[in-house]
């Protein structure tokens, strides 16, 4: 499995630090990264498992990146992240975004995030050619394979 | 209704002589349309250029962005030369994402460390 893992303190209470992670992503998220046609307004996760996760624009449409998998109010949300290598939602994709908060004082939280099953991207590349040739994943199929070999 | 196009990050000119990295290469809209029509069928220049409403030498001009960025690349089939996208796509998507979430987390930590408890 080919993942993205990052560790960061935050300098802020576990529920305030949960809060702003999911209430709050409109606030941080990078405003130039977004797939709608209008400036991007919002970015919302429902908070509750099988919630959306979308992005509101200014034009008030919404485009779909994936959807709420697990909602654990402090310690732990686990996302659904379905925006394939064309950078449009794909039910077929599923690739999993971890984030988990730990105490380490009052004020202080531990957050550890991993975003998984990267190597889901090919088959999801693979579908995007409709099956036309086989080429792509097998490709892919052993890179991922020497990635892991090389991991290992 | 979902949209269909984009808007991607990294957005950087194509400065000559600078080399785009991964999906940096994707900010141009023609680029991104390049990038789509291959993420579904290997074709020539001739091919994308009649689908495109711009020349067979920008098509070309894009492609080598593309190829330079390795996102895409050729080979010869018989007397024609096809492009598909570069199996080395997934790291350049690791790459691209980790980039993006470095960039988001950092936002994310200093938006926590900004707010109160009210």
Redesign the interface.
């Known amino acids: 499995m080919?993942s993205?893992r990052?560790q960061?303190t935050?300098?802020?209470?576990q529920?305030?630090?949960f809060r702003?992670?999911t209430a709050?992503m409109g606030?941080?998220?990078?405003r130039?990264?977004?797939?709608?046609?209008?400036p991007l307004k919002d970015c919302v996760v429902e908070p509750k498992a099988n919630g959306r996760w979308y992005e509101l624009?200014e034009d008030g449409?919404t485009?779909?990146w994936g959807k709420v998998l697990a909602w654990d109010p402090p310690r732990r949300l686990l996302l659904a992240w379905q925006l394939g290598?064309?950078?449009?939602?794909d039910p077929a994709l599923l690739t999993e975004v971890e984030v988990t908060f730990t105490v380490i004082g009052p004020k202080s939280?531990r957050?550890d995030?991993e975003?998984r099953n990267?190597?889901r991207?090919?088959e999801a590349?693979e579908r995007?050619?409709?099956g036309?040739?086989t080429?792509?994943g097998q490709?892919?199929e052993s890179?991922?394979r020497s990635a892991v070999a090389e991991a290992a | 209704?979902?949209?269909?196009?984009?808007?991607?990050?990294l957005?950087m000119a194509n400065q000559s002589g600078v080399q785009l990295d991964g999906f940096a290469a994707l900010a141009d809209p023609t680029r991104r349309q390049v990038?789509?029509r291959l993420?579904?069928?290997?074709l020539s220049v001739g091919e994308l250029a009649a689908g495109l409403p711009v020349s067979r030498p920008a098509v070309s001009q894009h492609l080598k962005i593309l190829k330079d960025a390795g996102l895409v690349t050729d080979e010869a089939l018989g007397t024609r030369r096809v492009y598909?996208?570069d199996?080395?796509?997934?790291?350049a998507?690791?790459n691209y994402?980790?980039r993006?979430?470095?960039?988001?987390?950092a936002?994310?930590?200093?938006?926590?460390?900004r707010?109160t408890?009210s």
Request: proline share 5%.
């Open positions: 080919i993205i990052k960061l935050v300098e802020a209470p529920e305030r630090a702003v992670f709050n606030l941080w998220w990078p130039d990264h977004h797939i709608g046609v209008a624009g449409t485009c779909e290598p064309d950078f449009k939602y939280t957050v995030f975003h990267i190597e991207f090919g590349a995007l050619r409709g036309m040739d080429g792509w490709i892919l890179y991922v | 209704m979902l949209a269909v196009s984009y808007c991607l990050p957005a990038f789509e993420a579904k069928k290997s598909r996208l199996p080395r796509g997934i790291e998507m690791k994402l980790d993006l979430w470095n960039r988001a987390l936002a994310f930590k200093a938006a926590a460390e707010e408890d």
